[in-house]
């Protein structure tokens, strides 16, 4: 099935229909579901997950809506920072510790925090991010908490605090 799906974005992505054309798919397309393959059978951390059965798929849909509401309300105060440029700006770097199941979850709040305009994950490692915030409100959701707690009740239905040991590592003022 993955492989008829492939070849289809591929000629429609190709837009050519020749000999030339659909051999060269097959071929990117194999070596796709090769690599792929490979990639599934490496556990690249110790608490990998070897499927998502962990996952809570109706918690999902409602994650992916929370997130578009939470990347709409960041846009808008980015927006508010570049059209009033007066507005005071305190580039900060901040580190802090998540209590969450899998690096699975660790992976969806880093990329929950870079997709939401105003926040950049920098480095993870094991349980410690890094994360560049335009302002103090930008990083609210993760001080609050409020962000890792939508990410674990992603994978669990008990909640606990997930953001520990929050520290200010960088503060900077306009113009410095």
């Known amino acids: 099935m993955s492989f008829i799906s ?6 429609i992505m190709s837009g050519f229909f020749t000999v030339t054309h659909i051999s060269m798919g097959v071929v990117t397309v194999a070596g796709v579901m090769y ?19 962990e996952l809570r798929f ?3 849909a409602y994650y992916v809506g929370w997130m578009i509401v939470q990347i709409i309300l960041a846009g808008l105060h980015v ?11 305190h580039t900060t770097m901040i580190t802090f510790r998540v209590d969450l199941p899998s690096a ?6 880093g990329n929950s925090i870079s997709l939401t305009p105003g926040t950049l994950t920098i480095d993870i490692t094991g ?3 890094i994360v560049h915030a ?3 409100k930008s990083f609210d959701s993760i ?8 990410v674990l009740k992603l994978f669990e239905k008990e909640e606990h605090q997930v953001v520990k040991d929050l520290q200010i590592i960088t503060k900077t003022e306009k113009g410095s």
């Open 104 to 109: 699975h979850a660790r992976m969806i709040l």
């Open 58 to 60: 109706f918690r999902a």
């Open 134 to 136: 335009i302002d103090d």
């Open 127 to 129: 349980d410690q991010f």
């Open 6 to 11: 492939l070849m289809i974005f591929w000629v």
């Open 143 to 150: 001080s609050s908490d409020k962000m890792p707690r939508q």
């Open 79 to 89: 927006v508010l920072i570049i059209i009033r440029p007066k507005m005071p700006i």
């Open 35 to 53: 690599v792929n393959y490979k990639l599934k059978t490496h556990r690249f951390f110790d608490d990998d997950m070897d499927d998502l059965s």
